[in-house]
């Protein structure tokens, strides 16, 4: 299998008063969900308590997903709100919904 034949996910999680993102990028959107809600090792998720996913974007080339999730990062605090309310205007956590 190449690497144009599967997906790859960028996503924002927030914690629950929605007071920090994170943004990542992964290839099994679920599996990577599960390893932040369960991190007990003092990552920035953990510290931080960012569990619920926001938004979420697919591609099929992993260099896509990479140049994305280094772009997002750059935004600051407003337009990733902006982005996430693009498609999440309740800011539910999706993670029900992709799983």
């Not at 996503?11 to 932040?36: D, E, F, K, W």
């Not at 750059?74 to 999706?94: A, C, F, H, Q, V």
Request: hydrophobic share 30%.
């Amino acid at each position: 299998m190449g690497m144009h034949d599967r997906n790859y996910w960028v996503y924002i999680l927030s914690n629950p008063r929605r007071t920090t993102y994170y943004v990542g990028a992964t290839g099994n959107l679920q599996g990577r969900i599960n390893q932040h809600r369960s991190a007990h090792r003092g990552g920035f998720t953990a510290r931080y308590g960012c569990t619920h996913l926001l938004y979420v974007e697919k591609f099929t080339d992993v260099r896509d997903a990479l140049e994305r999730e280094k772009q997002i990062k750059r935004y600051r605090r407003e337009k990733k709100l902006s982005l996430i309310r693009s498609t999440n205007p309740g800011l539910l956590d999706m993670t029900d919904l992709v799983g």
